[in-house]
């Protein structure tokens, strides 16, 4: 049972919560109204106006956001050594700034240069990588930073409240991004919207870094108003826990061994993801790799006691079960928004919303709901009931079974034609709202409380090493999301019956294979087409750039004149036999570990089999958990 101790080393606790908390609150309300509401609508861009296939931009987003957590660890690193956080969360912040305003960019130029506009979106998503990196893992680490010794009892409140920040925003920002972002003209979607998006985004995160900069020497402080989060050079023993060390210490011996278990891992993860997608051959392993290695590595500084060892030991066992709550909760932005998109009967009261804005119900029903949370775990801690934080993580992961599973009864009997009710998606991000709930504020608080202060940022990087597996591990799973109505309509649209040619029970022609590729419903062998000297990929870029001039035009009353010629976009008798005997394009259900998914319940299974198995396994290893957390709830 954990008591209520008002004096600590003859220092009383205050009462209620530092000013500091409600400017960390203002400034990451305005980061992940950046953050959200550019993801709510990334992958319709990417599909739509790039014209990238689903299972590519699943993949590209898993891995996006993937870097995005994988990055914390070195923000957390150049802050603990050299930087400090509050100057980590500036260059953050200006940075994720400037990666918003080149996706606004990249959507202005794409109608006119497609290329360029992919480049734009590439170094887009790779600036805003960084600047995550660098403004993530330090704004929560300030969060802890705040409380004395004898208030940390206080985090699990503070971070739930923070969260409530994070969910402000994200609410704002799925609002308000795909309101002028995300538009349907006639119910068709206009490509050309989607800058606006961008720009709404950008604009928050200056807002949030103007806010930050403007008030930290004022609020962000300790109690006795020493300002928090400074050079590292300058801070002294008041800075550190009684006994412990203020410098982490790494051998040689121990840093080399680093970069070779980082290649063999490499590697190894290479070997087994294989396939010819950049994102999943390359990113992935780099995630998967250079998160391993960097755990490792900081348990093997020598100056760790056993204490400290088996508390950050819970921090990576925890960690290692948040993977498969966010592969799961992450198909908001990519798969749930297709189907949302693409099979859901989106009306509420007459009004349709917006495929890439029905997830903002999760940020609706945390804001909702954070404050009763942080109450219950108030009052189950006063009468000595409270979970600890590894049981409240395992009950998260439950709840993210549970709501997969409901949702997976109710797509069952949908078919290529039918459409899913949209209260179905409500009732989903309710479930996984109250599964976040009792997981992400609580794992934050987690870290806070049992890191020492010299790995501090760097173990907060760490627990977002499991986000960005877990991200990784979202693209991976969010690719294998099977054909929905809409892809069999298409087809039916170009005279194709998709149907049979997945059922195997017809063999698809080299006209119909292409028809499918320019559908992005087939996949394109980029080797084999090389080998055959068949430039598939040109003639499908050629034949999406006269479609977005057909609109462009459309779009500006002008009448559309086609300056390509007919061999530009289709191939010759000979080269369509080659296209279907040598396989260059292919068309077929996904597979899952050597299953495969045929329809849309055995999509969402693979969900609830994956969180209900982590959150049993998370629930026996509670007891040896609680022994090596000594004492931290």
């Avoid at 400090?84 to 990666?99: D, E, L, P, S």
């Avoid at 680490?141 to 705040?146: A, D, E, K, R, W």
């Avoid at 499908?540 to 010629?565: G, N």
Wanted: charged share 15%; aromatic share 14%; hydrophobic share 50%.
């Amino acid at each position: 049972m954990e008591n209520n101790i008002d004096f600590v080393e003859g220092t009383q606790a205050k009462k209620g919560h530092p000013k500091g908390l409600w400017v960390l609150f203002g400034t990451e309300m305005w980061e992940r109204f950046n953050f959200y509401g550019m993801r709510a609508i990334l992958t319709l861009f990417l599909v739509n106006s790039l014209m990238m296939k689903e299972e590519d931009a699943s993949l590209l987003y898993g891995g996006f956001l993937g870097l995005c957590y994988l990055t914390p660890m070195l923000g957390g690193f150049i802050a603990d050594r050299f930087l400090g956080n509050r100057n980590c969360i500036m260059i953050g912040g200006f940075m994720m700034a400037a990666g918003q305003a080149l996706l606004f960019f990249s959507a202005t130029v794409f109608p006119s240069n497609l290329g360029l506009a992919n480049t734009l979106m590439w170094t887009a998503l790779g600036v805003i990588v960084f600047g995550n990196g660098f403004f993530k893992p330090n704004i929560s680490s300030m969060v802890g930073s705040l409380y004395p010794k004898q208030e940390k009892s206080k985090l699990d409140t503070a971070f739930t409240i923070f969260y409530m920040g994070i969910n402000l925003g994200a609410f704002l920002g799925q609002t308000i991004c795909p309101i002028v972002g995300d538009v349907k003209v006639g119910g068709v979607q206009n490509v050309f919207a989607f800058k606006w998006g961008f720009l709404a985004a950008s604009i928050a995160m200056l807002i949030g870094t103007m806010v930050f900069y403007f008030l930290k020497n004022k609020y962000v402080v300790t109690p006795e108003g020493k300002p928090l989060g400074g050079l590292p050079s300058k801070n002294d023993d008041s800075d550190y826990e009684e006994g412990e060390a203020q410098k982490a210490v790494f051998s040689k011996m121990n840093l080399l061994l680093s970069v070779v278990v980082f290649v063999a891992l490499f590697f190894t993860f290479r070997y087994l993801l294989d396939g010819d997608n950049f994102i999943k051959t390359m990113i992935y392993p780099i995630i998967y790799s250079a998160g391993i290695t960097l755990a490792l590595l900081i348990i093997s500084d020598k100056s760790l006691t056993k204490v400290e060892l088996q508390r950050i030991l819970v921090i990576y066992i925890v960690a290692f079960f948040i993977i498969f709550f966010w592969a799961a909760f992450e198909q908001a932005g990519s798969s749930l928004t297709f189907i949302a998109s693409n099979q859901t009967d989106r009306h509420i009261f007459g009004w349709e919303m917006p495929a890439s804005m029905v997830q903002v119900f999760n940020g609706v029903f945390v804001f909702a709901f954070a404050l009763p949370f942080s109450i219950l775990w108030d009052k189950l801690r006063a009468k000595g009931r409270e979970p600890i934080s590894p049981a409240k993580q395992a009950i998260g992961l439950l709840l993210i079974a549970v709501s997969y599973f409901i949702i997976a009864y109710n797509v069952k009997d949908l078919g290529n034609s039918g459409l899913l009710a949209v209260k179905w998606l409500i009732l989903l991000y309710l479930i996984q709202t109250f599964a976040e709930l009792c997981l992400s504020p609580i794992g934050l608080s987690l870290v806070g409380k049992l890191s020492p202060k010299r790995f501090s940022s760097l173990l907060f990087g760490v627990f977002f090493l499991s986000n960005a597996a877990g991200y990784a591990l979202s693209g991976s799973l969010g690719s294998i999301l099977p054909p929905t109505g809409d892809k069999f309509q298409a087809a039916q649209s170009v005279n194709v019956d998709l149907g049979s040619i997945l059922d195997k029970k017809k063999v698809a022609n080299g006209e119909e294979l292409f028809a499918l590729a320019k559908l992005n419903i087939a996949s394109v062998d980029a080797k084999k087409a090389k080998a055959n000297h068949i430039d598939i990929a040109k003639k499908i870029k050629t034949a999406a750039e006269i479609k977005t001039e057909r609109e462009l035009a459309a779009k500006k009353k002008l009448p559309f004149v086609d300056k390509h010629q007919v061999s530009d976009t289709t191939f010759t008798a000979a080269e369509y036999n080659t296209i279907r005997d040598k396989q260059l394009i292919t068309v077929s259900y996904p597979t899952f570990v050597g299953f495969t998914i045929h329809g849309l319940f055995e999509f969402f299974m693979v969900f609830v089999v994956l969180t209900g198995v982590a959150s049993l396994i998370l629930f026996l290893l509670i007891p040896t958990l609680k022994k090596m957390m000594h004492g931290v709830r």
